[in-house]
């Protein structure tokens, strides 16, 4: 499923931040937070739980954690407390979050990163 | 009022207290046990969740061999209780490592386990590793480490869902567990067995008693005539948000639990009855983390918290008989999930004092009288 | 080590008020937000450089005064700054903060607690699907992002669901329809309190013309309204059904916001071993304080809603109250000086709090949400329900611990934020004594090595 933003087109306001998410261009206004800019881009979930089932941003004031995303790597980020720039590289989760650095267990491993 | 015919009590509903319980009621004894308050100092809601035997007993070879009896019933004892509970215990026993990252402490455990060996013979094995030779085994492991222990008898389980188990088995087959219940006298009752005063006034009659009620275990112990009292130790644990990928290996200061989030834990601190969790711990337990494993820096501590150990005067099990008051009996551990596989069977034996029952003479409470009168 | 005075965690109207009052009063101040701006939740983004959106309203402008006192001498302020841990360390408190990846720790005579309040979680069959959002959190998306939610549907209660329904009226992006959970007995029950109100005429004439402008935009009101109901089409749009006065309803939105007051945010005072209580007519956890916004616990203040819910004008009195304690304790004023100098605020905390009572009993969360059933998740993090919260009851855990043990209710990365008060809810519903659970540290996550670099406080062996 997927859906356009559950909000409305906002005016142009001049220059825009490019990033990523899972791969395809996404934009941000300067004073976004990284939560506000996938909610303007779609209305999708940002997230799937560790049971698989959809979340996205829900307080937008850092107390919910269901708006965790990976950025530039880093998994388990609050989309709603960091503010976008340009050419951050962001993903969205699906389970628990990976381990980057433990490859070398003998892994039954999910890991996405 | 009278309870329900039943014949023995367990004060106390934590992982002594219910294994006990439910041993006593697969052997066939109508068993009621009494249970205090939610906010109590709660052993079996906050540990380590370990079945662990290295290390056990190099000083006292009887609870050696006793630790390595309950690590060998885990299996059996584990696919009974999750059968009759419908609790999916999430046991482990592969074996474990202890890592250290001092050469002294590393050297002095290798001679502790050189004398575990000695008491145990054949029943026990280990192996000293050096560091290299670790992160050839383990690459994710830190430069730091000097070397591990490994035996290949320890492992884990889910604490929580032990306890979880262990109260839904023991209801189904038709025991009865009394919630809120705090003892706070016991006494011989005029025509034989025990009168219980409860906190609420209440009064409760019991044939014979069992008291496994952890650290409300020493003023009850005491009108009972035993010597033991019980203190707090508190132990402080991490845990950090769920991980996809499995650690390759347990420790006995990191392990991951079965939902994904890894425990750190292992302090120790005698400070009465406080169980708050410190920042000199929370530091001391994130370095040993990231020393241990580095790749573990950008995970993310949830919680912290700290829970108090059950610990007799020297550490080791206490099961007893009251002399002066027959039908009564003290039951109290460190350890309880490790020994939960004998709790739920070879003690209920003792206890009604069968063709089976176990010799635990050394783990007597006239121990601690002795003592008191030297 | 950071050499203030005061450490102020919180910089909205309350944190931002005392930090002003005590910084005249000459004591030096670091202020602590999480937020990259100072404002707190009513005034987000205030402070931006591009003016706010004029269907903020005035309600919003009015935060100015308060960013303006900031630039008082002697404060400093840090963002981006999230406090874990409060203890004391040598007799004197000291606060825990990470920013940026790294943690600090701050020492002072006094700190003061104004993390204000989070919106009250509204648990309902589909509350998790994307497009389920707080009103709030909508309204914060105003605020700092120019997001307007297209086509909404505004459900529950209170007067922050009028104020914000008012809002996208003026911004035109008008609800397609509120859908109101209180009923005309608990607006007969707050009744009571209107004597107490006419002190509040002002904030009671202000909450009147917001339903007015509802009304008069055409918005459909639904009264009366239970037994929500979410559920996702194959589009992502949402089907939210209900009853409103005995009739069954669906609306299909893109978007369901929904309100049921604030309460206040005490994992904070919680963990740093304040006493609290219970709230009942806020159906609340509060800490305790004197008239001052003093704790029991040595060197500790709250102020705002963190102590109790009374809103933006109740927050700025509370705030100058606790500096002019703060100051006197601090030996800078006498306590005459801080008698006299407190009367404006205590007046203005008087005023403010007169509407409160009629709030909380007109607005009053209804018991579906307070203690669901069936398949209504309550933990959100590990997505435990109503009837796995009920069975552990019945399978014998008495109180928010046994619970928590059976069901890992409370256990996921927020905390038990999102789930605590459904929890007490449930257990109060069952007839079980519901203790205040416990907060412990680091109460938001923290990295291991975030941890592991904090200056050692105690010599381990390499
Ligand atoms: C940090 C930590 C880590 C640990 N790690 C491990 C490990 O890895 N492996 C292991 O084997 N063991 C471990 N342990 C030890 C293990 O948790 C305990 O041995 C075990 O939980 C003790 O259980 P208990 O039933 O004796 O006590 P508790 O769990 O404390 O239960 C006592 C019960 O008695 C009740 N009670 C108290 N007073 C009264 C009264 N007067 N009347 C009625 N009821 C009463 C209380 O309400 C409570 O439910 C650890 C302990 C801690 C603290
Ligand atoms: C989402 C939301 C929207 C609201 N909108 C309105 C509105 O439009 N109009 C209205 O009248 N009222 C509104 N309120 C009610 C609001 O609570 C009060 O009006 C007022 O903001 C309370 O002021 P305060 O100073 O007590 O707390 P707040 O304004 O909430 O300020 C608390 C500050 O503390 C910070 N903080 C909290 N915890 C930490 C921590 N651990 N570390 C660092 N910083 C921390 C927060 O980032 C925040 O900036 C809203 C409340 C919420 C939750
Ligand atoms: S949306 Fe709730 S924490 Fe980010």
């Known amino acids: ?113 | 009022m009278v309870l329900r015919s039943s014949e023995i009590t367990i004060i106390g509903g934590g992982i002594v207290g219910l294994s006990t319980a439910l041993g006593l009621l697969q052997a066939g004894l109508r068993v009621t046990v009494l249970n205090g308050a939610d906010g109590d100092f709660r052993a079996s809601q906050g540990n380590f969740g370990l079945i662990w035997l290295q290390g056990k007993g190099a000083d006292f070879a009887p609870y050696a061999a006793w630790t390595r009896e309950a690590v060998a019933r885990w299996p059996e004892f584990a696919r009974a209780l999750q059968e009759l509970s419908g609790v999916d215990l999430a046991l482990q026993q592969s074996g474990g490592f202890e890592f250290f990252t001092d050469p002294d402490e590393f050297t002095a455990f290798a001679q502790s386990l050189a004398q575990q060996q000695a008491h145990l013979g054949p029943r026990f094995s280990h192996e000293m590793i050096d560091g290299d030779t670790l992160r050839r085994l383990h690459p994710e492991i830190g430069p730091e480490v000097v070397g591990a222990s490994f035996c290949p008898l320890d492992g884990h389980v889910n604490p929580l869902r032990l306890l979880t188990a262990l109260q839904r088995a023991f209801v189904t087959l038709g025991g009865e567990i009394r919630t809120g219940a705090q003892v706070v006298e016991i006494a011989q009752a005029q025509g034989g067995g025990f009168d219980l005063r409860l906190k609420d006034g209440t009064h409760l009659g019991a044939p014979r008693a069992v008291l496994c009620a952890g650290l409300g275990s020493s003023t009850l112990a005491a009108q009972l005539g035993f010597a033991t009292r019980v203190s707090p130790q508190r132990g402080e644990l991490l845990i950090t948000e769920k991980l996809g990928p499995r650690l390759g290996f347990l420790s006995s200061t990191i392990r991951q639990v079965d939902e994904g989030g890894l425990q750190i834990g292992g302090t120790k601190a005698n400070v009465g009855p406080d169980d708050r969790e410190t920042l000199s711990e929370i530091n001391a337990l994130a370095r040993h983390a990231v020393t241990v494993l580095p790749a573990l820096a950008d995970v993310r501590v949830v919680r912290a918290w700290g829970a108090l150990r059950v610990m007799t005067p020297d550490g080791y099990p206490v099961y007893a008989r009251s002399p002066q008051h027959p039908g009564a009996y003290l039951v109290t551990c460190h350890s309880g999930v490790t020994l939960a596989s004998l709790h739920a069977s070879l003690l209920a034996d003792w206890i009604e004092d069968s063709a089976a029952a176990p010799d635990l003479e050394a783990f007597d409470d006239h121990r601690f009288a002795l003592s008191a009168a030297a | 080590m950071v050499d203030v005075d005061l450490i102020i965690i919180g910089a909205g109207p309350a944190g931002m008020a005392a930090a002003a009052t005590s910084a005249q009063g000459g004591a030096r101040v670091l202020m602590l937000d999480e937020q990259p701006q100072a404002g707190g939740q009513i005034y987000r983004n205030l402070g931006a450089e591009t003016p706010p959106p004029a269907y903020l309203g005035a309600s919003y402008a009015a935060g100015k005064p308060l960013l303006a006192g900031l630039r008082t001498a002697g404060i400093t302020g840090e963002f981006n700054a999230t406090v874990w841990r409060i203890d004391s360390d040598a007799g004197m408190p000291r606060v825990l903060w990470s920013r940026g990846g790294t943690s600090h720790a701050g020492q002072a005579p006094h700190v003061l607690l104004a993390g204000g309040a989070q919106e009250r979680p509204t648990p309902f069959e589909g509350w998790t699907l994307p497009g389920v959002m707080p009103a709030g959190a909508a309204q914060i998306l105003m605020k700092t992002a120019q997001l307007l939610p297209r086509d909404a549907v505004l459900a529950g209660s209170g007067p922050l669901l009028y104020l914000i329904a008012a809002q996208l009226i003026d911004a035109g992006a008008p609800p397609q329809a509120l859908v109101e959970t209180q009923t005309p007995a608990m607006m007969t029950r707050a009744m009571r309190h209107l004597p107490r109100v006419l002190l509040a005429l002002p904030e009671l004439a202000k909450g009147l013309a917001l339903i007015r402008k509802i009304t008069a935009a055409g918005i459909p009101r639904y009264t009366s309204a239970a037994g929500f109901h979410a559920s996702m089409r194959t589009d992502g749009r949402l089907d939210f059904s209900f009853t409103a006065k005995g009739r069954a309803h669906t609306l299909c939105t893109p978007i369901l916001l929904t309100h049921q007051g604030v309460i206040p945010s005490t994992h904070i005072s919680r963990a740093a071993g304040i006493a609290h209580a219970w709230n009942p007519a806020q159906q609340a956890i509060a800490p305790v304080t004197d008239r001052w916004g003093g704790s029991d616990v040595e060197g500790l203040h709250i102020a705002g809603d963190g102590a109790g819910i009374g809103g933006a004008e109740a927050a700025r009195a509370a705030g100058e109250l606790a500096a002019l304690d703060i100051l006197r304790r601090l030996g800078r004023i006498d306590k005459n000086t801080r008698d006299r100098q407190a009367k404006a605020p205590r007046r203005a905390l008087t005023r403010a709090m007169a509407i409160r009572p009629f709030l909380d009993a007109a607005y009053a969360p209804p018991p579906e949400i307070l203690a669901p059933d069936g398949e209504t998740i309550v933990c959100r993090c590990e997505e435990i329900t109503a009837a796995e919260i009920r069975q552990s009851l019945e399978g014998g855990a008495t109180g928010p611990r046994g619970v928590k043990t059976a069901t890992r209710a409370g256990m996921g990365p927020c905390q038990g934020r999102m789930c605590d008060l459904t929890l007490r809810g449930i257990l109060e519903n069952c007839g079980a004594a519901p203790a205040l659970p416990r907060a412990r540290t680091p109460i938001k996550p923290v990295a291991l090595g975030e941890l592991a670099a904090l200056a050692p406080h105690r010599k381990t062996k390499a």
């Open chain 1, 1 to 113: 499923m997927t859906i356009d933003s559950r909000f409305l087109p906002r005016p142009d306001a001049g220059a825009l931040l490019h990033m990523t998410l899972d791969g395809a261009p996404i934009t941000a206004r300067a004073g976004d937070t990284l939560a506000a800019a996938i909610l303007a881009a779609s209305g999708d979930a940002s997230r799937h739980s560790t049971m698989g089932t959809p979340r996205t941003a829900y307080c937008m004031m850092g107390v919910c954690f269901d708006c965790l995303i990976e950025v530039d790597g880093q998994p388990n980020t609050q989309a709603c407390m960091v503010a976008a720039r340009d050419g951050m590289v962001l993903a969205r989760q699906n389970g628990a979050r990976g381990l980057r650095k433990l490859s070398s267990t003998p892994a039954q491993s999910n890991a996405d990163g």
